[in-house]
């Protein structure tokens, strides 16, 4: 009989971090509705410093300085202060449709009543405490200690969790994987002769609206194929998806980390099985506009009832106020080579700088850890350093880092957990078609009033009084 599927929600927005072992571990964290601090940002000087309202989503406003905040967060993927205003303003809209797609699904999950009440949160910001090495008060004095309000941040929780509630109840439930899909790709991939190439991809969307007119299609595969022209003249991915990309996870590079042939979305998988690493692919049409797809790197694995688990450490830089995304990568690359040269341990350079409380308390030791449960840029650095090497400064939409890895084992998966990941694994694949559809649709039905780009789409067609 059929299984409902209803894996964690790995498409919600993961802005700015207060704690990075928070923000490394793929866990329910955002600040998306945070209330901006209204400190100038030198590289939004394309924008204007007064607070108003730049979009208008049913019954929730998107002010300037939330888009702001929202937009300084970059600072680790993009060159903030060295853009041009145009390159702003066009970064800006790409940001705020992405705020107007999460406040949607807001919208829709308080008109359909999921709430989450006070003992939920308190449990979930309990777990964070404690996968950080601290008690709850340890938590928020670190989040006040980092400039950020605690009512803001256990704010920006439960919208977190609103938002996984919405894709659970409302896309991931209605995903059905059966006992013969999960038996079929158990034996693909533990068979005695189980061996498949896996692909570590990442994407760039161009989205097309709901019964687009031919002429808004007709832009939209324009501008795709001016993105498309940037990357084959040699334009950074990760840049350039964080600048232009409409992917929900645009400011995470559009990675989407390493899938086998079962976890790629089936429009991709003929794209996809005839590349090689480094290549970016044509334009792919789907229903939900233009893909561009990057193979980042391959590799051959055979299947086995076990998964690779790294002993690592780790120092983490972030950009801040007073030291640009230029000098925080420069600082990480001299305290990485004093590490490498024997003038300094790890364990005593992250105690004194990384931005990581948790882990900086314990010499930078993450413990055993998982590469899927990592956000991607932290998991392709494990799976790619040997034992006992330095990895290179890398950069996540979370800062720099640079790892050790000290030990990896191979940790046997029960036969309940072996179905369960394989539940997850061909879940995953079809959810990510499914969840686009969904906020497709939600978008269509929507009051939205976008003041960057002067575009009202009212499905109602009554536009709602005594909005300023």
Do not use: C
């Not at 004095?141 to 109840?169: H, P, S, T, Y």
């Not at 161009?206 to 003249?233: F, G, T, Y």
């Not at 780009?453 to 300023?468: F, H, I």
Request: aromatic letters at 4%.
């Amino acid at each position: 009989m059929p299984v409902s599927h209803a894996p964690t929600p790995r498409h919600v927005r993961r802005p700015l971090a207060v704690l990075a072992t928070l923000l490394l571990i793929t866990m329910p964290f955002s600040q998306g509705a945070a209330q901006a601090t209204g400190q100038e940002n030198p590289g939004m000087s394309g924008f204007q410093p007064l607070d108003r309202i730049v979009a208008v989503v049913d019954d929730r406003v998107i002010t300037q300085q939330q888009l702001q905040a929202e937009v300084a967060q970059l600072g680790g993927q993009v060159d903030l202060a060295n853009m041009s205003p145009a390159d702003q303003q066009r970064l800006g809209e790409r940001v705020l449709d992405r705020m107007i797609t999460e406040a949607t699904m807001l919208e829709r999950a308080d008109k359909i009543g999921i709430q989450i009440d006070d003992t939920r949160l308190n449990q979930a910001l309990n777990g964070i405490a404690q996968r950080n090495g601290m008690n709850l008060s340890q938590l928020r004095d670190a989040v006040i200690g980092q400039g950020q309000n605690w009512a803001d941040f256990r704010d920006g929780i439960r919208e977190q969790m609103l938002l996984e509630e919405l894709q659970k109840r409302e896309v991931y439930s209605q995903i059905n994987v059966s006992d013969r899909d999960i038996d079929a790709y158990i034996e693909q991939r533990t068979g005695s002769s189980a061996e498949q190439t896996e692909y570590r991809l990442a994407q760039i969307l161009v989205s097309v609206p709901e019964n687009a007119s031919p002429e808004a299609i007709e832009q939209a595969e324009a501008r795709a194929r001016d993105i498309h022209d940037e990357l084959v003249d040699g334009a950074d991915f990760a840049r350039v998806s964080a600048e232009r990309s409409d992917a929900l996870n645009a400011d995470e590079g559009g990675s989407l980390g390493w899938r086998d042939p079962a976890r790629i979305p089936s429009l991709f998988l003929p794209v996809v099985q005839g590349m090689e690493a480094g290549e970016i692919s044509d334009i792919i049409r789907s229903p939900n506009g233009f893909h561009i797809v990057k193979v980042s790197d391959t590799r051959t694995t055979t299947g086995t009832a076990a998964v690779t688990q790294y002993r690592a450490e780790h120092v983490l830089l972030r950009p801040r106020e007073d030291r640009d995304p230029a000098a925080t990568r420069e600082l990480a690359q001299q305290l990485r080579e004093q590490v490498a040269s024997g003038d300094a341990t790890l364990a005593s350079i992250a105690r004194e700088f990384s931005d990581d409380p948790g882990s900086a308390q314990r010499g930078g030791d993450l413990g055993w850890v998982n590469p899927e449960d990592m956000v991607p840029a932290f998991a392709d650095a494990l799976e790619s350093v040997q034992v006992g090497q330095l990895s290179p400064v890398f950069e996540s939409q979370f800062g720099f880092h640079f790892l050790r890895v000290n030990d990896q084992r191979r940790q046997e998966v029960s036969g309940e957990d072996l179905r369960e990941q394989a539940r997850n694994a061909i879940g995953e694949r079809r959810a990510d078609e499914e969840l686009t559809k969904y906020i497709r649709r939600l978008r269509s039905e929507a009051y939205i009033e976008n003041r960057l780009t002067d575009t009202v789409n009212d499905a109602s067609g009554q536009r709602a009084l005594g909005r300023q």
